[in-house]
């Protein structure tokens, strides 16, 4: 019987418009040309497209970058490139949601295309397992109170430990009146924390469009091995993700001869 919910599920899901987004701009303050820089011999974002590409709910996959150079390397992975990304938008502080919020009425307009949900695949974040995207797609879909669904890992250093300085004094981060000095308590007795992943963040088309949000207010957790999540920003980040990626067969990898 569950297996058959699956079945009967999977086949929903299908139904519905999937949009991944990858968003990949030119700029990159600490790693130059991070996006396309390479990975175990494929530039950086191919591995995102990978991501999209295999999986069995996405519809398509497009890329938003500001650069024809990406874009060529995009379109030669799979993607589509349907737009090139207006340079007001591509900034070092530029949002998601300009990003996304462009992509979408882009499409709407130019194409009459409006997806039901938006994955957003970040480059930054190469190691995906094979079915983990579509996993947190059925569960999305499948929880249909929620405006967005976001990875997370569990928080190895809490925040309740954790501390501002203003005025030359230290002010905790976390100021509970539930737990009464936190930061002088034992990290057993403080409650789990999570910190947000780069891997998956998956929105609804209408989140965005009419809630002007990436997230909106309900956001439900997908949690994933700490051990493993990792979002590049460093030449030392590279080469772990690269040792990663050659020793572990179960993670998602370019290829062009599928293309």
């Known amino acids: 019987m569950k297996n058959l919910l699956k079945v009967?599920?999977?086949?929903?899901?299908?139904k519905k418009e999937i949009l991944a987004i990858i968003p990949a701009?030119?700029?990159?303050?600490?790693?130059?040309?991070k996006n396309i820089k390479l990975l175990n011999g494929h530039p950086l974002l191919s591995y995102a497209i990978?991501?999209?590409?295999?999986?069995?709910?996405?519809?398509?996959?497009?890329?938003?970058?500001?650069?024809?150079?990406?874009?060529?390397?995009?379109?030669?992975?799979?993607?589509?490139?349907?737009?090139?990304?207006?340079?007001?938008?591509?900034?070092?502080?530029?949002?998601?949601?300009?990003?996304?919020?462009?992509?979408?009425?882009?499409?709407?307009?130019?194409?009459?295309?409006?997806?039901?949900?938006?994955?957003?695949?970040?480059?930054?974040?190469?190691?995906?397992?094979?079915n983990t995207l579509d996993v947190a797609i059925d569960k999305f879909i499948n929880s249909n109170k929620y405006d967005s669904i976001r990875s997370v890992c569990l928080n190895e250093k809490t925040p309740y430990k954790m501390w501002f300085i203003k005025n030359n004094n230290l002010s905790p981060i976390i100021n509970s009146k539930k737990?009464?000095?936190?930061?002088?308590?034992?990290?057993?007795?403080?409650?789990?924390?999570?910190?947000?992943?780069?891997?998956?963040?998956?929105?609804?088309?209408?989140?965005?469009?009419?809630?002007?949000?990436?997230?909106?207010?309900?956001?439900?957790?997908?949690?994933?091995n700490n051990k493993i999540s990792i979002d590049i920003d460093s030449h030392k980040d590279f080469k772990h993700a690269a040792k990663i990626l050659k020793t572990n067969k179960k993670f998602i990898k370019p290829n062009l001869n599928n293309i």
């Open 8 to 14: 009967l599920s999977n086949k929903l899901n299908k």
């Open 25 to 33: 701009r030119s700029g990159s303050k600490g790693i130059k040309n």
């Open 50 to 130: 990978a991501a999209g590409l295999n999986s069995k709910l996405v519809s398509r996959v497009i890329c938003s970058t500001d650069a024809k150079k990406i874009a060529v390397i995009a379109k030669k992975y799979g993607a589509e490139v349907p737009f090139l990304r207006p340079k007001n938008i591509a900034k070092d502080l530029s949002t998601d949601f300009e990003v996304f919020f462009h992509a979408l009425k882009f499409l709407k307009k130019k194409f009459n295309y409006n997806p039901d949900y938006v994955v957003n695949l970040r480059p930054t974040s190469p190691i995906r397992k094979k």
């Open 179 to 224: 737990i009464k000095e936190a930061f002088n308590l034992p990290r057993q007795l403080l409650p789990n924390t999570y910190w947000q992943t780069a891997e998956i963040d998956i929105t609804k088309t209408s989140t965005i469009l009419k809630k002007k949000s990436m997230t909106g207010k309900k956001i439900l957790p997908f949690v994933l």
